[in-house]
């Protein structure tokens, strides 16, 4: 069911992918952006000017230049503090923003390239390092980055996430090279091209993906649309059978679909019904899918699971983008949607009822399927974090310097996930 993907040159696929989205005349475009000072260079023309220092980079396989390892190519691409970072890419510690500070706002390319040469894919699939490269750079740069939340950084942190999770070792014993590859895929795309509103808001400005999807995971459709996209415009698997690439295209938008939040409860249950059955085979090719989606689910909604340096990060991102939302729907006289009234929500408000009916009923199970260290690491900040933002209500006694210090303390006790890799 792949009849609406469009070469992005055709008429109607361009400015949809660029942000010009008719949401009753509002350009989303500037919906999250910062005023730029008159003779101030706009942000997004310096990262074009860095994407094409390494498209230069990369082009030299063209010029008849000798093979390289891919990691010379990132060698020259990041400076030795982010090379540095690299090394402990499997630490539930990870710190992406910083990451992305020390890439100069290239974390997803730059991390998603680490990561495909860690696995060995790009040997493997005998991937064009200039097509993979092109693609990342696509990828990155149709993420809307004025989002204060559903941007590249937290592409790139899905798929930290997820890489920490291929690594657990029932995972890391059972998966294959494809899985691993569609597992990375789907973390770096899973948003791709989101306008920073949801799926309700949508529905009722008529917008037309809405129509498109039937109003059907509409979001979550045109993220996997927008991924085969860029798959087929850069070629990067036009050198597998077409039948091998259509499959990948196909799983793809199966591990991406999964990551609709109002499927949560029907992913939940059936996940806690194979654990009580303790009929999980992970030889079985469908199993093993049906794991990487949950693990997917998991990284994309991990923040909270995250030390509260992190997390709290996150946690105000997040809702910043929901009060932008609400602030619209205000403006233009529609019913405010839930979480996205700034008056009648607080952050704490909406962190905690976040993690109580979505982030720790997921998390539970995913322990019950990885009874590992990282597994209970991140339930210990899940419980921490969700105390602090408890802590941090109206009646609550006590000043936050003094919360946040003993979060800081408490999260020294923690084990630290999986082993550094």
């Known amino acids: 069911m792949l009849g609406d993907v469009r070469v992005r040159s055709q008429v109607g696929f361009e400015p949809e992918r660029r942000g010009s989205h008719p949401y009753l005349g509002v350009d989303f475009r500037t919906l999250h952006s910062r005023a730029e000072s008159a003779g101030s260079i706009p942000a997004r023309r310096i990262r074009r000017l860095f994407s094409f220092q390494r498209h230069l980079l ?18 020259e691409d990041y400076c030795g503090q982010a090379k540095c970072m690299l090394e402990k890419v499997g630490s539930w510690n990870f710190d992406i923003f910083l990451f992305d500070r020390l890439t100069n706002g290239n974390s997803l390319v730059t991390l998603t390239l680490y990561l495909l040469s860690h696995y060995g894919l790009i040997e493997l699939f005998q991937l064009d390092m200039v097509k993979v490269h092109r ?13 204060p939340y559903h941007n590249s950084v937290h592409a790139a942190d899905v798929t930290q996430a997820m ?14 090279s494809c899985d691993i590859l569609l597992g990375l895929l789907a973390a770096v795309t899973h948003d ?7 799926q309700p808001f949508l529905i009722k400005t008529n917008h037309y993906l809405a129509a498109l999807y039937r109003n059907t995971s509409v979001l979550e459709n045109h993220h996997w649309r927008s991924a085969v996209g860029l798959l087929r415009e850069t070629e990067l698997f036009s050198h597998l059978p077409a039948e091998d690439s259509l499959n990948m295209e196909r799983q793809l ?7 609709d939040i109002s499927r949560q409860n029907e992913y939940l249950s059936k996940f806690r019904t194979h654990l009580d059955q303790e009929d999980l085979c992970l030889g079985n090719a469908s199993h093993r899918h049906f794991v990487l989606q949950m693990a997917l689910k998991c990284a994309d909604i991990c923040n909270p699971c995250r030390p509260w340096e992190l997390s709290k990060q996150w946690s105000e991102k997040v809702t910043e983008e929901f009060f932008h939302q609400g602030d619209i729907e205000k403006k233009h006289k ?18 905690i009822g976040f993690m109580t009916y979505v982030v720790e009923p997921l998390f539970a199970e995913w322990a019950r399927f990885s009874d590992t260290r990282l597994s209970q690491t991140m339930l210990g900040h899940l419980c921490l974090n969700k105390a602090s933002w408890n802590a941090m209500q109206p009646e609550a006694s ?6 946040e210090s003993e979060q800081e303390a408490s999260s020294r006790a923690l084990p630290q996930g999986s082993p550094q890799s």
Request: with cysteine.
């Open 334 to 351: 529609l019913e405010v949607s839930p979480l996205c009234d700034s008056e009648t929500n607080s952050i704490a408000d909406v962190q």
């Open 398 to 403: 006590g000043s936050s310097e003094e919360l």
């Open 192 to 198: 791709l091209d989101h306008p920073g509103v949801n």
């Open 135 to 147: 693609f990342l750079v696509l990828v990155q740069e149709d993420y809307h980055n004025h989002n």
């Open 58 to 75: 990369s082009s030299r396989f063209l010029r008849g230049a000798p093979h390289l390892n891919p990691l010379h190519i990132l060698d």
């Open 253 to 259: 938008g199966s591990l991406i679909l999964a990551t």
């Open 163 to 176: 890489h920490c999770y291929l690594k657990e070792p029932k995972l890391a014993k059972s998966l294959t």
